[in-house]
């Protein structure tokens, strides 16, 4: 049967298709939203941990037993971009992206919502506090994201970090040279077909718009702007997204040759060859700053501002 439910402290109001035990699972439904109510997920009961296994769950009635995650979190995983595939053995729900091996485990509870990552460090790299909570196999690290904002904006980059790894970005640039002739093959190419790759990127991750402005013009006026420069970094570097800007072609150019650069705050800084009677021209105005950045930029940021931003006498 269907049970229309409003979801309290939202205006959203949702089908849920209720499972299991009939009324006993409409009473648990109904009493256990204490800041979210909850999806229902059925697994058969030979499946399922010991710790579900009573009598009772196992009496004529068993149809299917329901383990259950917030309903916010599970459109959020959802409008992100990740499916529901499974309950893993340990009770975490794992979701994984269509056409992908990558996956990322959920476990959500009073305290937040946790996320058990495989990539090393990504948990960190994406602002999430992390867990001393021992990872489940598979998994690296686990990171909290607390509050629905936080957790959207947490699977939002990761599902776009799981896309385009550096690894994957790199077998797309080594397969667009294989398919060129050896003759073409020069550094140069590779440059431009990498900051190619790099490019889609980046506009996966700012979603098409301006790491600065917000604005999304025509994708012929945005560019992949590398903090650490393709001929600095490492092949690792130069194709993770930390170390690109998406940015409006003006603010690359400015941001390219050094006339401006980020603190680790994200606020714009200028530098004094930037003078102050040209900055309005180009809507270089107090106050600026990246609409958003993680703790995976701040290395970048840092080397741009010891190593290419012009500060006062230079």
């Known amino acids: 049967m269907k049970k229309k439910l409003l979801i309290e402290n ?3 109001s949702l089908n849920v298709k209720l499972i299991g035990f009939g009324q006993w699972d409409e009473e648990a439904i109904l009493q256990r939203g204490k800041w979210l109510p909850y999806f229902t997920v059925g697994t058969d009961c030979p499946q399922l941990p010991s710790r579900h296994n009573s009598a009772r769950q196992r009496g004529e009635h068993c149809r299917s037993v329901e383990l259950r995650l917030p309903v916010l979190i599970t459109k959020a995983l959802a409008d992100n971009g990740y499916d529901l595939v499974s309950v893993a053995s340990n009770d975490w729900f794992v979701a994984g992206i269509s056409g992908s091996p990558a996956k990322v485990l959920v476990w959500a509870d009073e305290a937040g919502v946790m996320l058990a990552l495989p990539e090393p460090n990504m948990a960190a790299r994406i602002g999430l506090t992390l867990s001393d909570r021992a990872p489940p196999l598979g998994m690296t690290s686990i990171g909290v994201a607390r509050g629905a904002a936080q957790v959207y904006e947490a ?3 990761l ?3 799981q896309t385009h790894p550096a690894t994957v970005l790199s ?3 080594e397969a ?13 190419v590779r440059q431009r077909i990498g900051q190619d790759v790099f490019r889609e990127a980046l506009m996966d991750l700012w979603q098409g718009r301006c790491a600065v402005t917000g604005l999304a013009p025509p994708p012929e006026l945005l560019r992949a702007s590398h903090a ?3 001929a600095k970094a490492s092949d690792t570097e ?3 997204p930390f170390n690109g800007l998406l940015l409006s072609v003006h603010l690359d150019a400015m941001f390219d040759s050094g006339l401006i650069g980020f603190s680790d705050e994200g606020a714009l800084l200028c530098s004094q060859r930037l003078e102050m009677v040209v ?3 180009f809507g270089i105005e107090s106050g600026l700053r990246l609409r958003a950045h993680t703790p995976g930029h701040l290395p970048y940021l840092a080397w741009h501002r010891e190593f290419i931003f012009r500060r006062e006498g230079e």
């Open 228 to 230: 650490k420069p393709w």
């Open 159 to 161: 599902h776009s970090l």
């Open 238 to 240: 130069r194709l993770d």
């Open 176 to 188: 667009r040279l294989a398919a060129m002739p050896a003759t073409e093959r020069t550094r140069e």
């Open 279 to 281: 900055r309005p021209h």
């Open 171 to 173: 077998s797309r640039l």
């Open 155 to 157: 699977l939002r980059l």
């Open 10 to 12: 939202t205006n959203l």
